[in-house]
């Protein structure tokens, strides 16, 4: 979520070769990002995708992980619960993170997005 140009996923990918990944962005990254991976990485490409997707849009890819960098910042924390909640809804499993807090069953979040 918020992929960018592929940077992040080139570099796991690098290091992670049966990983595959799904950039999803704005349509207009999305586009460069498919031409970036593609003359910087072609040694990845084939493992890294591209998708034109809203954050405020129901998630519609279903992963094992949900990556999200430089995107929450800037919304209120209400905003940024609900967004985080569309991502793994079904999530069973209580997962803790000193550093956002605390993901519990349900896929109710308890972390501070905000500033």
């Known amino acids: 979520m918020g992929g960018g140009l592929g940077h992040v996923c080139t570099a796991i990918a690098r290091k992670h070769k049966n990983f595959r990944f799904m950039g ?11 031409a970036v991976v593609a003359e910087q990485a072609p040694d990845v490409t084939e493992r890294i995708q591209f998708m034109e997707h809203s954050f405020w849009d129901p998630q519609t890819i279903a992963a094992d992980v949900y990556f999200m960098r430089i ?11 609900k967004n985080l909640e569309e991502y793994h809804p079904r999530n069973e499993t209580e997962l803790e993170d000193p550093d956002i807090g605390r993901t519990t069953s349900g896929g109710k979040v308890g972390a501070s997005c905000g500033g």
């Not at 999803?24 to 498919?34: I, S």
């Not at 995107?71 to 619960?81: G, T």
């Open 24 to 34: 999803q962005d704005l349509n207009t990254v999305v586009e460069r990002g498919r």
């Open 71 to 81: 995107v929450l910042h800037d919304w209120a924390d209400n905003a940024c619960f």
